[in-house]
C-alpha cells in the first residue's frame, strides 16, 4: 500500500498519466472492482479508487488509508536456492501448490508460524502437506488451503533450519528433485539433512 501511495504520489506531482491494470478476475481478492450480472462495475475498495483519483490529479487533500496493517510474517528463504516459499500469482485458491520464486517481500511470501504450529499466510490461510488434511506422505505437494486445525497443516520449525510434519514428523519441507530455480515445487520428503530442505524464516 505504501508503495501504491508513493506512486500515486509521484505520478500527481510530476502531472503523469496513470494506469492501474491487475487484470479483473471474477473472485480475486484485491481486484479493486467487481464485476456484476448486468455487466456494470461496483466498487470494492473505496480508499483505492481514491488514490488512484488522487494520482490522477483529482482532489485537494490526500487520502488516508484507514485499513489494518497486513498480517504479520516472515519470508520462507531455502538455504540452498536462496529463494522463497512462494504461493504462485498471489493466489488465494485453496488448494494451490507452493513453489520457490525470487523472494520479493509480497504477501504472497509472508507466513506466520503460529502458537498452534501452523503456518499462516494471508492471515486465514494455511500451509497443508497433501491435498485431503488428512495422512501425509512423502511426495505429498505443500499447498495452501483453508485453516482446519489438522496435522496437515502444523509444523515444526527447527533451529536447524528445517521443517516437519507434525501429522508425520519423518518428513520434511523440501524443494523438489533438489531443485533450485524458480517454479520448482514444494514438497514434503524424508529428512535428510540435505540444504534443500534447510529453511530461514527472515
Do not use: K
Not at 480508499?47 to 510474517?73: C, K, M
Not at 533450485?180 to 540435505?194: L, R
Amino acid at each position: 500500500m505504501s508503495y501504491f501511495a508513493a506512486t500515486t504520489d509521484f505520478a500527481r506531482a510530476h502531472h503523469m498519466g496513470l494506469v492501474y491494470w491487475p487484470g479483473l478476475r471474477t473472485g480475486d481478492s484485491y481486484s479493486m472492482e467487481a464485476l456484476q450480472p448486468n455487466g456494470t462495475l461496483t466498487t470494492n475498495s473505496a480508499s483505492g479508487a481514491a488514490q488512484l483519483e488522487w494520482g490522477y490529479g483529482y482532489g485537494s487533500t490526500e487520502p488516508v488509508n484507514s485499513l489494518p496493517a497486513a498480517p504479520p510474517g516472515q519470508a520462507i528463504v531455502g538455504a540452498a536456492s536462496g529463494r522463497c516459499v512462494d504461493v504462485p500469482g498471489f493466489s488465494t485458491t485453496s488448494g494451490t501448490a507452493l513453489d520457490l520464486w525470487n523472494c520479493n517481500a509480497g504477501g504472497n511470501q509472508s507466513w506466520n508460524h503460529t502458537a498452534s504450529n501452523e503456518l499462516t499466510i494471508y492471515g486465514d490461510m494455511c500451509m497443508q502437506a497433501g491435498s485431503n488434511g488428512a495422512s501425509v506422505v512423502a511426495g505429498d505437494a505443500v499447498r495452501i488451503a483453508d485453516c482446519t486445525g489438522s496435522a496437515a497443516q502444523q509444523w515444526s520449525v527447527t533451529n536447524g533450519g528445517a521443517i516437519t510434519s507434525v501429522a508425520n514428523p519423518a518428513l520434511c519441507l523440501d524443494a523438489s528433485g533438489a531443485g533450485t530455480s524458480n517454479g520448482t515445487t514444494v514438497d514434503v520428503w524424508y529428512c535428510n539433512g540435505a540444504s534443500n530442505q534447510s529453511w530461514t524464516l527472515q
